[in-house]
């Protein structure tokens, strides 16, 4: 058995190192995984650089961060497995989501943005919404629908840091006004009546990256066999995470005090796509919500880091310039990923990028083993991204 | 140079006060409460803000770093990026900084120092009066037990005493843990 720590923040989307260690994947592999539940992605990412763990439950732009030096010395990260798609929602206090939805079920999402613009440019003083990092999907998703809504989100509104815990606290008390946050924090603000959940990601991105499992670059270079091991184990925990059979167990497996310490019931909800938009209502079933296996999830496109990168550029966090782009997309690691699948003879793409949401309708793909079909990845606006054009993309982005 | 100290713990973080003091660095301003935290911070414009590791708000503190006009580019650091033994004692310590940009290495790096040694000295502290506290404790259970064998059983202390000892270690149990089981049995079985 060789130890393994990895780093993670108590979300839904842990699920999989954790169940890779409670339902004996690791074990299978050879390792001894240990779990170091932190309060701040800041704190997971230094425990990561600095090897007080070996890998790491990440919001992924913040692996790209790392990466190019944002806010820290640069050090390389290296992702070779994505652990999950979307599974975020924004929650509003319920006042102000009444003015955008029927509080009961999925809605127009372009719709629902354009009434919030126009709520938000007459608001007396400007709304502010909370995202959980800097570097996170959640506030380039949110970013990139309030700007095809036709906000300016520097100016327009204020965007501001909120750790998960508190994200609900927050709404409660009047700090902010909505929320972009993943589970279960959105159903606990549901469940308080402090909150009505108004979008969810995936209704802007139907499959956007979220988090990652991020390693030293160094480290995988050094131990490639170790990171091997652990991404089958990862994938394994992926199979068990959408068996239907498994669901009770799975939803109390994260509940424990070590793990997410939370409701069992409202992490089966997640689990199982079955939201609750407000308190009262009955759970809807959304499909997309969480995507952590089905479709070759787990596999680390070239283009999602690509686009990452044109939403940092987009959001003034980091200057395009071709060399840090070429450093952002190479955190993301596909060849490490197929080299790990390939004894499991599963599926896995031919090819390392896409054009992201370019998928109109499920859709037979190139593979290097197995076979695969894609669903469709389309992006609210019916915008595309091709990671061959990012000056093109940047130009023609909304600028409000 | 200007020093702010964020830790839900008012006593470490006076711990750390009062070393930083000690060593004529007497601009220090502590921050216990997390509300308002971000704009104290900025209206403080520190040079140097130490935080400890498990704070859960370090998230909001380096969004405000980054976008803040009034405080100079500020990066997290461990002391001496270059020194891996250095940083592995203050992440194993659990405190962090942020240092802005500009400011010399010799001048952080002993308020680094010293943070790093009153977070250890600290948690010392705390695991030796945890370890007193439990030991007092298990006395107590010990000499409650005992008085009861003596009671109960008509034993003298030394009988009482020793049957406690073989019933822990044909048990493979602390003492402590036998007599705690005894009084538990005790108290539930009401006397009989």
């Known amino acids: ?400 | 140079m200007r020093i702010a100290i964020i830790d839900e713990s008012p006593a470490r973080a006076a711990v750390i006060e009062e070393g930083l003091r000690e060593t004529g660095l007497t601009d220090v301003t502590l921050f216990t409460d997390r509300h308002g935290l971000v704009s104290r911070i900025e209206a403080l414009a520190p040079d140097v803000i130490l935080i400890d590791l498990t704070n859960p708000h370090r998230d909001e503190l380096e969004e405000l770093l980054a976008v803040s006009r009034a405080i100079s580019r500020p990066v997290a650091m461990f002391v001496d990026q270059s020194d891996a033994a250095a940083m592995e004692s203050a992440i194993d310590a659990g405190v962090s900084a942020y240092v802005v940009d500009g400011m010399k290495k010799e001048r952080i790096k002993p308020v680094l120092e010293l943070a790093i040694r009153r977070f250890n000295a600290f948690a010392r502290l705390r695991a030796e009066l945890d370890e007193a506290r439990s030991a007092l404790a298990d006395r107590d259970a010990v000499d409650r037990a005992k008085r009861l064998l003596m009671k109960k059983r008509g034993m003298d202390e030394a009988a009482a005493y020793a049957a406690l000892r073989k019933a822990a270690m044909d048990s493979g149990r602390k003492i402590a843990e036998v007599a705690d089981a005894l009084l538990t049995a005790e108290k539930l079985m009401g006397g009989l």
Not at chain 1, 98 to 125: C, E, N, Y
Request: aromatic share 8%; hydrophobic share 45%; glycine share 8%.
């Open chain 1, 1 to 400: 058995m060789t130890a393994m720590r990895i780093g993670f923040l108590p979300l839904v989307d842990a699920a999989l190192p954790i169940l890779a260690r409670e339902m004996g994947f690791a074990e299978a592999e050879g390792l001894s995984l240990e779990l170091v539940r932190d309060m701040s992605w800041a704190t997971v990412c230094d425990r990561l650089l600095y090897g007080h763990s070996d890998a790491a439950h990440m919001v992924a732009p913040l692996a790209i961060a790392a990466t190019l030096g944002l806010g820290r010395p640069p050090r390389p990260l290296s992702v070779p497995f994505v652990l999950g798609l979307n599974g975020n929602a924004i929650t509003m206090r319920p006042d102000l989501a009444a003015q955008l939805s029927d509080g009961a079920r999925p809605g127009d999402i372009a719709a629902i943005g354009r009434q919030f613009a126009m709520v938000a440019k007459s608001a007396a003083t400007k709304l502010r919404l909370g995202v959980v990092h800097r570097y996170s999907s959640h506030n380039y998703m949110l970013r990139y629908w309030l700007m095809v809504s036709g906000l300016n989100p520097d100016r327009d509104v204020d965007i501001v840091t909120i750790a998960p815990p508190f994200a609900s606290d927050a709404l409660a008390n009047g700090e902010v006004d909505g929320i972009c946050v993943g589970e279960p924090w959105n159903s606990v603000a549901v469940d308080c009546g402090v909150g009505v959940i108004v979008a969810m990601t995936s209704q802007i991105w139907q499959r956007g990256v979220e988090k990652v499992l991020a390693m030293r670059t160094e480290r995988l270079a050094a131990e490639p066999e170790l990171a091997h091991a652990l991404i089958r184990a990862l994938y394994r925990a992926g199979e068990a995470f959408v068996d239907p059979a498994r669901l009770d167990e799975i939803s109390r497996i994260l509940a424990r005090p070590n793990y997410l310490d939370g409701s069992a019931e409202l992490i089966a909800g997640a689990v199982s796509d079955r939201i609750l938009f407000a308190k009262g209502q009955a759970r809807v079933h959304v499909p997309d919500f969480m995507f952590q296996h089905r479709e070759a999830a787990n596999f680390p496109w070239v283009s999602q880091a690509a686009w990452l990168y044109a939403q940092m550029c987009l959001a003034g966090h980091v200057e395009p310039d071709s060399a840090r782009y070429k450093a952002a997309k190479a955190v993301f690691r596909p060849d490490v990923y197929r080299t790990a699948l390939s004894p499991l003879g599963v599926a896995v793409p031919g090819a390392s990028a896409k054009l992201e949401g370019g998928i109109a309708h499920p859709t037979g793909v190139g593979t290097a083993q197995g076979r695969l079909i894609l669903g469709p990845d389309r992006f609210f606006d019916g915008r595309q991204f091709d990671p061959e054009q990012l000056d093109s993309y940047l130009q023609n982005m909304p600028k409000n």
